[in-house]
């Protein structure tokens, strides 16, 4: 019960929890203290963990054991603020007098308009309350470092010996919380009323400790399960938290006045839960009484519902088990219904009673579907890109034979080539149609005898093919042969299956295309390419021998002519001095010795054109003088072997 102190403010000093509110609340802030900066501390660390390893167990296993922890620092600062309304009121602070000093009014308009928004700022701060506004902040902290490691998509990996540490160290710190736990739930209501919820809202951290425990010690590189319980943590304190958001903002509404006393904001439904066995009823029993005053016992109405709820819930639950006996048959179905496990009838489309589950049951069977099965299915082509309509047509579009398809199925068939018997590859593309048969045996047939329909005709007509095309040949599945290729294979395969009793029954029989391998294309291609090569290469050879044998006859042309011009140069030089001796000998008959001196005149001009000479006679300057010579006009000669003179007829040396 709330104590108002304008009723009886004088009697506070009596009750248990007010003389109690100091102690209580120096023990919640230093839980809280320890509480939050653990939590901090597992944020900080994923934060690094994320940077490293984001794809690993641990960021999400930190962060949502800190939001349990937040969680409860949250229930625990909000008791706090109760524990401190209580001190002041046994405790109160005497207000000293202040000295007067005069307040002049400011000057601008914005120091004006700041005064004004701080006033209203504290009004505003003092209607709605610190412990709201911390509730609130905590509890969207919580929600939203949640919904930062919310991803189920996280893969299983193994985590070494960290994760046997970090499971030691969440038991221990459970086994911590659960000893606090166990003083909170014995405390006396009248001497700490929030003991209570704050015992259930450990739970919660409790319960986030050892589930993030389990996940460490069952983590594997196989199961995926330890990884999604992980994530799946945050679903506990993400729901407390959006409680207490909602509470705080729902405060925000109630009146507050300074002289009531406050009670716990942090009061959590879902906390509340986590008790053996659960007692929501009894719990929104309380809630009503304790906040609207209404007592649900003293309602007759919900006393009859309470007593009469079991046998309701029993004739529900046997009503809706005779409702299984009621089977709805769609149009394009039919339905075999077995009782006692034994086949009695084949229900038509509409509505049709019989024994409930598990005594009647019906297996659900076509009725008039017609399917289309190729005899060779493979891979699915991978999912390729939109490809532009003016542009170029994609690979898939291509329809020659020399392309490889998905249900193309190869066959070997006869073949006499050059009077010789052999046999020759060609790949097909059939295609059946089918149904189950309409009446009540194909249907029961097809139910009963039959484990995959389409299996059973696909190993059938691949069986039928074989036998069948072993006696033609290409010519004639290229002609004649094609037109009833495909009835005559359609009642082969028709023949087997009502032979093995399967209940299908065949429409028609598509021969899509008949055409060599694929194979024989690429190696044709292959020989082609090698034809291509050996002519090219014959074409390179021919023309390397042909510039060869010009080259050697350039040479050898340019050796002759070369030899030819050197021969015709001796032989004229020959002639030339033949004429020339002649000439002279003809000159020397005639002249004699005057044609002799001439020539050597002539050679003796020639060697000394570029002499510098010095001649001398003895007639020069008289007879009785002889010539005088200055030698200093005479320079020593480069070479110092001295020079050969040579005497001349009337020139003295």
Request: aromatic share 6%.
């Amino acid at each position: 019960m709330q104590v108002d102190l304008d009723v009886d403010g004088t009697q506070v000093t009596g009750l248990p929890r007010f003389q109690q509110a100091a102690a209580q609340g120096r023990r919640l802030r230093r839980l809280a203290f320890g509480l939050g900066g653990l939590a901090g501390a597992g944020w900080v660390l994923a934060l690094f963990v994320e940077l490293f390893a984001a794809q690993s167990i641990w960021p999400a296993l930190l962060v949502n054991l800190g939001a349990a922890w937040l969680v409860l620092v949250a229930g625990l600062q909000s008791a706090w603020w109760v524990t401190q309304w209580r001190a002041r009121v046994m405790h109160p602070v005497a207000q000293q007098p202040l000295n007067e000093v005069e307040q002049t009014a400011p000057d601008g308009w914005y120091e004006r308009l700041l005064e004004h928004l701080s006033q209203r700022g504290l009004h505003l701060l003092g209607q709605i309350g610190a412990a709201t506004l911390w509730l609130g902040g905590w509890s969207v902290l919580v929600i939203i470092g949640i919904e930062q490691v919310w991803n189920l998509a996280l893969p299983p990996a193994a985590v070494g010996l960290s994760a046997t540490v970090g499971a030691v160290l969440m038991l221990l710190l459970g086994f911590g919380l659960l000893v606090l736990e166990r003083q909170l739930a014995q405390e006396n209501p009248a001497q700490w009323p929030e003991a209570g919820s704050l015992a259930q809202l450990s739970r919660v951290a409790i319960i986030s400790l050892v589930l993030g425990a389990m996940c460490l010690l069952f983590a594997s590189e196989t199961s995926v399960w330890p990884v999604r319980l992980a994530v799946l943590i945050g679903i506990l304190p993400g729901l407390v938290a959006i409680e207490l958001l909602l509470r705080a903002v729902l405060s925000v509404f109630s009146p507050r006045r300074e002289q009531l006393e406050p009670t716990l904001l942090a009061r959590s439904f879902v906390a509340d839960m986590l008790r053996w066995p659960p007692q929501p009823l009894l719990a929104l029993q309380h809630e009503l009484h304790n906040r609207f005053g209404i007592d649900l016992r003293q309602i007759w109405a919900f006393s009859y519902m309470r007593r009469a709820f079991l046998p309701v819930l029993a004739l529900v639950a046997a009503v809706g088990w005779l409702l299984t006996g009621i089977h709805e048959i769609p149009l394009q179905g039919r339905g075999i219904y077995e009782r006692f496990g034994k086949p009695v009838q084949v229900f038509g489309p509409g509505l049709h009673a019989g024994l409930p589950w598990p005594l009647g049951r019906v297996l659900s069977v076509e009725n008039g579907v017609v399917h289309e099965l190729a005899t060779s299915v493979g891979d699915a082509p991978a999912p390729t890109l939109a490809e532009p309509a003016e542009g170029p047509a994609p690979m898939t579009a291509n329809r020659l034979w020399d392309a490889s398809h998905v249900n193309d199925k190869s066959q070997v068939i006869a073949s006499s080539r050059d009077d010789q018997q052999s046999f020759q590859i060609v790949n097909m593309d059939v295609r059946f149609v089918y149904r189950i048969g309409l009446s009540d045996q194909d249907a029961l047939a097809a139910t009963y005898s039959n484990a995959d329909v389409p299996t059973l005709i696909r190993s059938t007509a691949s069986r039928i093919l074989v036998h069948d095309f072993a006696s033609r040949t290409l010519d004639g599945l290229l002609g004649a042969d094609r037109v009833g290729l495909g009835d005559e294979i359609g009642r082969a395969v028709q023949g087997d299956l009502q032979k093995l009793d399967s209940g299908v029954e065949i429409l028609a029989t598509v021969v899509e295309a008949i055409h060599p391998p694929a194979g024989a294309a690429n190696a044709y291609h292959g020989v082609q390419a090698a034809q291509i090569g050996a002519q090219a290469l014959i074409s390179r050879e021919r023309g390397a021998a042909a510039e060869a044998s010009n080259q050697a006859q350039l040479q050898a042309s340019l050796a002759r002519d070369q030899a030819s011009a050197s021969a015709r140069e001796i032989n004229a030089a020959a002639q030339a001095a033949d004429l020339k001796f002649s000439a002279e000998q003809k000159a020397y008959a005639s002249a004699g010795q005057a044609f002799v001196l001439e020539q050597y005149l002539s050679q003796l001009s020639l060697g000394l054109s570029k002499a510098k000479l010095l001649v001398l006679d003895h007639r020069l300057g008289g007879s009785s003088n002889a010539p005088t010579i200055d030698l200093r006009t005479f320079t020593l000669p480069a070479d110092p072997t001295p020079a050969r003179t040579t005497a001349q007829p009337g020139v003295a040396p």
